[in-house]
């Protein structure tokens, strides 16, 4: 399950949350996701009854990574602040890095008009047939707008993922990106997470040791 602090289309409600809200509904393993980024997630996550962690943001900004090398670099240098939650980028609510580029491209919803002309251009691009699209316009306008946002979106994330452009490329980023700070190997990364984990645990258990015996 994804939580609200994650990149792209998580749920509305906090991790912090969500995981115990999932973790006692179901009888299955659970993995959270949203918001964590290291041993101290990891931990929290564990602690409120996940069985582990999905950590995209923080895995984006690993060295085998497929993002381009230029946008790693560009997380490392952003802030947890520095997203935008918003449905007037692919039609529904998704979290955003925070630039220029993606301010202008979820300044307002799309429009009768753009819609049209946008699902007309992506239903080329699909190979659909345009007379039920069209139609669709005044049955179904709903339906025909997530197929413009959609058109319109992935051009938009191919230059932010594929081409490294932050001037024209929309990003799909969580509020983890905050606690990335720099770009390992996937394998250091895990390495550390987990030292970090029983660091912290280690010293949970000490501090409680310690007050009772004080």
């Known amino acids: 399950m994804t939580g609200h602090e994650a990149a792209a289309h998580g749920e509305e409600v906090t991790s912090l949350v969500l995981v115990p809200a999932v973790a006692r509904a179901v009888e299955i393993p659970v993995v959270a996701a949203g918001g964590f980024a290291d041993g101290a997630g990891l931990l ?4 409120l009854g996940a069985s582990g962690v999905a950590m995209g943001t923080r895995f984006a900004a690993t060295r085998e990574s497929g993002l381009h090398a230029a946008m790693k670099d560009v997380i490392v240098g952003k802030t947890a602040e520095e997203t935008i939650y918003t449905k007037n980028f692919d039609g529904m609510w998704a979290r955003l890095m925070r630039t220029p580029a993606s301010l202008q ?11 049209a002309v946008r699902a007309t251009l992506a ?3 699909m190979g659909m047939p345009l007379r039920p699209v069209l139609q669709r316009l005044f049955t179904n306008l709903d339906q025909v707008r997530l197929l413009s946002y959609f058109g319109a979106a992935i051009p938009k994330v191919e230059a932010a993922t594929l081409r490294g452009d932050v001037e024209r490329g929309v990003q799909f980023i969580g509020q983890a990106q905050g606690l990335v700070e720099d770009v390992p190997s996937a394998a250091e990364l895990v390495t550390r997470v987990v030292r970090e984990a029983e660091a912290r645990l280690s010293g949970l258990n000490q501090a409680q040791t310690e007050g009772r015996t004080s």
């Open 105 to 115: 491209a979820t300044r307002r919803p799309m429009s009768f008009i753009e819609t």
């Open 123 to 125: 239903a080329r691009k």
């Open 44 to 47: 929290a996550a564990l602690s």
